[in-house]
């Protein structure tokens, strides 16, 4: 779900502008799973924009006073949300952690980076939603360690099924500042793409394990 349309249309905007996200429906990229796709998207680069990165850790942090109540800590995926994590959490005056894919292999092999109690409210930052896998690792350890996993809070999600219902099955809320079907409205409204790129895009969208370049 996202937070409303218009952060929806101006954080794609944003988003396109500095590069964050971009679209190649005829020369497509290659992610690391294998898929073609004509979209690629790295939102660490908000990191270097502070006028940009501010915004979207304003907006954030807005919507996680007005709809999670009381939070206790601030969680970010590792490593692509701790940066934005790391901001909002001191937007809000709360303490922050993250969460890495994997134990560490030495030292005290955390998992979770950070000071946390058993039974705090925490809400989940994530920069990227594709299948949702990564992400509902995180919230999974974060049960593990007995803490209350409000939701979770995304810059941008493609919107796949896939990642619906792997949503609804761990009974996780997620809410996107922007995703894939308002970015492609922006798109065609900014002239960043055509009407013929948007169906090939759309297309992608509907079947991106099986899409080819058209």
Request: net charge neutral.
């Amino acid at each position: 779900m996202i937070f409303n349309k218009e952060t929806a249309k101006k954080t794609a905007e944003v988003l396109l502008q500095i590069n964050a996200i971009k679209l190649q429906p005829d020369e497509p990229f290659t992610w690391a799973s294998g898929w073609k796709s004509p979209i690629y998207c790295d939102n660490r680069i908000v990191l270097s924009y502070p006028l940009i990165r501010n915004y979207i850790r304003e907006i954030m942090a807005r919507h996680i006073e007005a709809h999670y109540g009381k939070i206790d800590v601030i969680a970010g995926v590792a490593t692509g949300a701790i940066g934005i994590g790391a901001l909002v959490a001191d937007y809000l005056n709360l303490p922050f952690v993250y969460v890495r894919p994997e134990a560490k292999k030495h030292g005290r092999q955390n998992k979770i980076e950070g000071y946390i109690e058993h039974g705090q409210n925490v809400v989940v930052v994530e920069d990227l939603i594709s299948t949702g896998k990564s992400s509902l690792n995180a919230v999974a350890a974060l049960n593990e360690a007995n803490v209350n996993v409000k939701g979770m809070v995304a810059i941008f999600s493609y919107g796949f099924d896939v990642a619906n219902t792997n949503f609804k099955t761990a009974e996780v809320g997620l809410h996107t500042l922007s995703n894939y079907e308002n970015l492609l409205e922006q798109a065609l409204d900014t002239n960043y793409i055509n009407r013929e790129q948007q169906r090939v895009l759309a297309n992608w969208n509907a079947n991106p394990s099986n899409w080819s370049a058209e």
